[in-house]
C-alpha cells in the first residue's frame, strides 16, 4: 500500500524526490489495531498547502481510506509535516508544521533517514535531537 502511495506521489502536480525505507510501529492514538507501516517522502511540487493536502488525500481515498474515527484503522494516512519551513498556526489549514512532529518516533526516525539536516520550523531542532527525547518502547515506537 504504501509503495502505491508512494508511486502517486509522482502526478498531479507533485515529484517524488525522495523517500525513506518502510518503518513498522506500533499504533499511535487508538492502539487496538494492526501495527502501522511508515514512510517520509520528500516531493516538489508548485501546489501550495491546502491543495497539495487535498492531492494527498485524495490518493488515500484510492487507497480505499474512509475517515471515521480519529487515529482509527485506516488504509493509508498521508500527511503534510512541513512545507519549506511555513509555519501557519491554527485556525490555518492546514497547520504548518504539522503539530504532532516532535511526539512521533514513526514521523522522526524517517525524516532522520532522509533529510539529517532537517529543522523543526519552529523549534530549530533536527529530527534526530527530537528523536533522543522519545521512548523508543512508548506509543507508536518503532518494532
Known sequence: MVEQ?????????????????????????????????NAVAEVESALEPGPLLTRLHLIERLAGRRRTLRWGPRTLDLDLIDYHGRVQPPPARPVLPHPGIAERIFVLAPIAEI?????????RQTAAA????????????LL
Open 130 to 141: 527530537m528523536l533522543r527525547r522519545l521512548d523508543p518502547q512508548g506509543e507508536g515506537g
Open 115 to 123: 533529510a539529517p539536516r532537517w529543522r523543526h520550523p519552529v523549534t
Open 5 to 37: 502511495a508512494l508511486a502517486r506521489l509522482n502526478g498531479g502536480g507533485i515529484r517524488l524526490k525522495r523517500a525513506s525505507s518502510l518503518l513498522v510501529s506500533a499504533p499511535f492514538g487508538v492502539t487496538d489495531q494492526p501495527v502501522f507501516v
